[in-house]
C-alpha cells in the first residue's frame, strides 16, 4: 500500500526539473500559466535563478508547488500512472496545498496564487532579521518540549517542527533562538541555525494567518479523490469542509510530519513515493522507519521506476 508525498521548503534549487521541463509539454504549460497567472516571470526564477530571488518565500511557494504539481500530472499523463490510487497523499507544510491540488481538492488557479500570497504573508509577518529557526538534531520531542516549559521566562520559543526521529526544529525571535541555542550546547544537545527568512510555524505568524483567513474564505474547495494526513491534527481527512480551517491553522501550527507518517504506516502504509525537487521527505522517513520502501521522483528515470502497491 502507497502514499504520496509533497515537500515543502527547504527543497528548492536553481535548475530543478530542467530535464523535464525540456522534454515535457506539460511543465512548459504549467510554466506559462503560473506567468501569465502571477503577473511576473517565476519560471525564469526556477531555471535560471538567482538563488537569493528563488528562496525568497514568496518565490519559493509557488516554485516548489509549481514543480511538484507538474511532476505530477507527468506521471499520470505522460506514463499513465494513477497516484490518485495512494492511500493517502500528505505534504509537509506548503506541500499540503499541493497534495490539495493533486487530489482535486484546490484548482491549479487558485493554488499558484494563494501560494504567493502565503509565502509573502508569512515573510512580511516579521522583520526580517528579528525572527529566526534552529534544527536540533539528535534529541527527542519531549525532551525539548520539557525545556521550552521550565525555560520560558528565559527564552520563548516554539516548536516548528516534528520532523522525524531526532530532528525537529524550533522557531522564535532571534534573541529567544539564540539563547536557546546557548542553552542546549551547554547540554551538549546539537543545533544548526537555519537560513530562513521568519520563524514559521508558531504564534509570530499571526498577522498571517488573518491575512490567510481572508483569502482562504473566497476559495472554493472541491471533494476528495484522495484522502489528505493533516499537518495540524497528524491524521486522516477527506471532508473537504474540514479543510479551509486546518489550513488557516496550519500557519501558526506544528507540522507534525513524525506524526503523520507514523499514522500511515499504522493503517497499512510502507510504501512513500515523494514527488517534487529533492529528498528531503525521503530521507525524513527513513530516518522514522526503515523497513518502508522510500522513493524521490523528480526525473524521468525516477519516473519509469515508480511502483504502485
Known sequence: MFSVIFPGQGSQSVGMANELYNKFETFKINFKKADDLLNYQLSKIILEGPA????????????????????????????????????????HSLGEYTALACSGVLSFENTIKILKLRGKAMQDAVPEGEGGMIAVLGSELEILEDIINKKKNEFKCFIANDNSNGQIVLSGTISNIEKISIYLNSLNIKNIKLSVSAPFHCELM????????????????????????????????????????????????????????????????????????????????????????????????????????
Request: charged share 30%.
Open 206 to 309: 499571526k498577522t498571517a494567518t488573518e491575512l490567510m483567513r481572508n483569502e482562504l474564505a473566497k476559495i472554493v474547495f472541491k471533494e476528495f479523490q484522495t484522502s489528505l494526513i493533516s499537518n495540524v491534527t497528524a491524521k486522516e481527512i477527506d471532508d473537504s469542509s474540514l479543510i479551509r480551517d486546518l489550513l488557516i491553522r496550519q500557519i501558526e501550527s506544528r507540522v507534525r510530519w513524525r506524526e503523520s507518517i507514523n499514522y500511515m504506516i499504522k493503517n497499512g502504509v510502507n510504501n512513500f513515493i515523494e514527488i517534487g525537487p529533492g529528498k528531503v521527505l525521503s530521507g525524513l522517513v527513513k530516518r522514522i522507519d526503515k523497513k518502508v520502501k522510500v522513493s524521490a521522483i523528480n526525473n524521468e528515470g525516477d519516473i519509469s521506476k515508480i511502483k504502485i502497491s
Open 52 to 91: 537569493d530571488k528563488l528562496n525568497l518565500t514568496e518565490n519559493t511557494q509557488p516554485a516548489i508547488f509549481l514543480i511538484s504539481y507538474s511532476i505530477f500530472q507527468v506521471i499520470k499523463n505522460e506514463f499513465e500512472i494513477n497516484l490518485n490510487e495512494a492511500k493517502y497523499f500528505a505534504g
